[in-house]
């Protein structure tokens, strides 16, 4: 007999905190589940840590493959998954010990295609509930729908945001349940052109426009949490590139089956390319470990601003949207049209958070 929940686990180079998550779904209240571990090419004690708890426990499926990244990854999970619903886990996050029956609750109270909870955001000893929406409710509000797929790309256009803006929670993917035949029927899986990057998002925004209800739940159910190696401010030499490719993506989601709102949309997608921008002052043009000299770097960011569709969100973006208050200034100066400027600002932002730092520490 097929299990009623399938939790699909990617699995890279996690031993230290694999354990944890396995039980943590080990341990939940409602037992009728498969955990469908898929260890992408680990290079530590992952796949040996894997293979003890599939001996341990016939709920347990285990997958090796060499490493394709974490698109694939999950992709192989539904490829052999066997539940009426699916529920993603990475191997560095936990869940409530009731999370599965708190989900499949609401799902047989409103019959819902896709049910989202809240979830905490976890670095080291400190923890912060991520209010994904302002209340419970349940809804087959077209519009509603739109807005919240409008949300998964620029942020400010939560329908019913708990914060003023919401960025984690809405686009990931261990808060919510999933209906496996509608992920079957329509052919969804991860997309692995964005090299390992927003396919969380990308996801969620075909999965919803499949969707004819949405429940949310205000219970705290999944545990993110940050590590170093997740840290998205790292240096990434791939940034630009990996950026390109995400608009692409979205620019093809949007004119396929958003044409009818398209210009709606697309304010929300210039909202997401000023964020990208943003980023890549810290994950590429002035990071530390990025190898091209400073005169270099500020001849690309000069380049970058100018070029699309940089160009046009710059001009176009809601900057009465735009938060946190970091890109409004990155936005300010690159209207400006200045990378010197740009770098100047930065520089003042870095000093800032390291005062609030010293400060709050003290």
């Keep these: 007999m097929s299990p009623m929940i399938s939790v699909i686990i990617p699995v890279y180079n996690a031993d230290m905190y694999l354990s944890d998550c396995i039980e943590s779904l080990l341990r939940q209240s409602f037992v009728d589940i498969e955990v469908i571990l898929i260890n992408d090419g680990s290079r530590d004690d992952s796949g040996n840590i894997c293979q003890s708890y599939a001996e341990k426990d016939s709920r347990i499926i285990y997958l090796e493959q060499e490493n394709k990244g974490v698109s694939e990854a999950r992709n ?129 925004l075909h999965y919803l426009e499949c969707c004819k209800r949405v429940s949310f739940i205000p219970e705290t159910i999944y545990f993110y949490r940050k590590v170093d190696d997740s840290n998205s401010r790292g240096y990434k030499e791939s940034f630009l590139e990996i950026s390109e490719r995400i608009f692409e993506r979205i620019i093809e989601f949007i ?62 973006v809601d900057y009465k949207l735009l938060n946190p208050k970091n890109h409004k200034i990155t936005w300010a100066t690159a209207r400006m049209k200045s990378a010197f400027l740009i770098w100047c600002s930065f520089r003042l932002r870095l000093l800032a958070r390291k005062l609030f730092t010293f400060r709050r520490n003290k």
């Design 76 to 204: 192989a999970g539904l490829n052999i998954a066997r539940g009426r619903f699916v529920v993603f886990v990475d191997a560095d996050d936990w869940m409530d010990s009731h999370g599965l029956q708190v989900l499949l609750d609401e799902y047989k109270l409103h019959e819902a295609d896709l049910v989202v909870a809240n979830m905490s955001f976890v670095e080291g000893n400190h923890s912060r509930c991520i209010e994904v929406f302002d209340r419970p409710f349940t809804t087959d509000d077209p519009e509603w729908i739109n807005r919240y797929q409008m949300a998964c790309i620029g942020y400010g256009y939560n329908p019913n945001p708990g914060t003023k803006y919401n960025i984690t929670g809405l686009g990931s993917m261990g808060n919510k349940l999933y209906v496996r035949t509608i992920i079957e029927d329509n052919g969804l899986r991860f997309d692995p052109y964005t090299l390992g990057s927003y396919e969380d998002n990308l996801f969620v």
């Design 255 to 316: 004119r396929h089956y958003k044409l009818s709102c398209e210009d709606d949309f697309n304010k929300a997608f210039n909202m997401f390319v000023i964020r990208r921008l943003d980023e890549s002052l810290y994950s590429y043009y002035f990071a530390k470990q990025n190898k091209h000299s400073f005169i270099v770097r500020l001849k690309q960011l000069n380049a970058l601003i100018r070029c699309e569709p940089y160009k046009s969100s710059i001009e176009q």
